[in-house]
């Protein structure tokens, strides 16, 4: 069974800088390009970074670019996002998840996300 389990939000002053973590079971991380969202109160979720298959390419959204960092490790099945410089803006509340094929069902799974704010 696919699971998620994101942790390592909080509270955080504009720039300041927070690791989160998921920890997937169910299937394995190195076998799937692997996403980071976020989705602010009110508005829409959004891609935030998504690592290649192969773990050697990640693509930012244009906001976190130069500002967050995704990472692998394959042993413990764990994806991470190291947030740095962190703004207002990046209130939201964060999820990972893999890229399922279009027609598999495991792609309506979602973890509970982890909360993340920004504030002075």
């Known amino acids: 069974q696919v699971q998620y389990v994101e942790s390592g939000g909080g509270m955080v002053q504009p720039g300041g800088s927070l690791r989160l973590s998921c920890s997937a079971s169910?299937?394995?991380?190195?076998?799937?390009?692997m996403t980071w969202y976020r989705q602010a109160p009110g508005q829409e979720r959004e891609i935030v970074a998504v690592m290649s298959r192969a773990g050697d390419n990640v693509v930012y959204h244009d906001a976190v670019k130069g500002r967050f960092i995704m990472s692998r490790d394959s042993a413990i099945n764990t994806v991470y996002l190291q947030m740095n410089n962190l703004k207002p803006e990046d209130t939201a509340r964060y999820y990972c998840?893999?890229?399922?094929?279009?027609?598999?069902?495991?792609?309506?799974?979602w973890g509970q996300g982890t909360p993340v704010t920004v504030s002075s």
């Open positions: 169910g299937f394995t991380v190195s076998n799937y390009a």
């Open positions: 998840k893999a890229a399922w094929p279009k027609s598999d069902i495991r792609g309506n799974i």
